[in-house]
């Protein structure tokens, strides 16, 4: 089963710098995320080994992250050769077998010549593994477990080449699980239950009906507020053309919008509030930021829009400028 999650990021999302310059010297990259019963018999996180057996989790306690998960995975497994373009090109001899006078038959003679080429440095791998621990379960119609998943090694900020290895560990966990986050190098399970991630589905556009049963059946009991505000977004985020539709639910937060492109969401809770927000820089990290935390980031990564008068026009106005940033 594909992943639903962004794999990489560019560089390091800015609120993880900032949790990670609030904590401690050592500190660990990790996520908190509540996956359903439905995901793991699916597969989704199989090449980690967690599986559903008989409705209950079956997990290691410890995984090497399997190098065909994307590159992150690779370098962490095999290494990475890097390029080195800002050194200067050194001369290399390149050779190959040729027939002589054109026929094998005749024997063969060695044809070389030399070319300058980039001096390449091979940068041995970290070879990190990823703990898996179960944090807590949720039975009932739709089971869902909260696993804390963590790169197992601490990272001091003191160290020379630490922004270099927060980098790399990131990646890693999100390229493999779809959510990263920071954590002070002792911080117990209460902490990391603080901070469970959004758990992202993404929806195909065109499924008007079953994208509003699939968003509708993330509440309880949905009152008709919910499901009238529902209605009138869809019709909103639809003349924006989206590339697919995000529905995620983060404890008894529930939100909904459109992906426009890789790195550009619209969405908003549908549960409270009165502003809707356009993400357009590591927009699965700022979803798992309250409210609160958003407001006190304003101008990193996203455009708050509050439901006043004429709002509509004014999202449709930033969609377009940050489509043709």
Known sequence: MKPKWQKNFRRTPDSIMKKAARLGNEVMVAAVKRISAADLAAGLYQHLGMTLVNGEPHFPDRVMPEPATGKFSCWNAEGQEIVRKDL??????????????GDWGNGSHEVSWERDVYQREFIPPAQDELSVALLRAEPGSDPHFVFRLRVERVLDQRAEGFA???????????????AADVFAGD???????????????ILPPGERAQTLTRVLSKFPNPSAEVKQKLLA???????????????GASGFQRYFGAQLRDDLVVF???EYGNAIYVMFESWEELSKLSRADLLRNRHHGFERIVHRAGWEQVLIDLVRQRRAA
């Open 187 to 201: 911080a117990d399970q209460s902490e990391y239950l603080k901070t469970i991630s959004v758990e992202w589905e």
């Open 164 to 178: 270099d290895d927060l980098f790399a560990s990131v990646n890693l966990l999100q390229e493999n699980v779809g």
């Open 88 to 101: 200067p090109m050194v001369p290399k001899t390149f050779s190959f077998e040729a027939p002589n006078y």
């Open 268 to 270: 908003e809770n549908l």
């Open 233 to 247: 977004r869809y019709a909103l985020l639809e003349k924006l053309k989206p590339v697919a539709y995000v529905s």
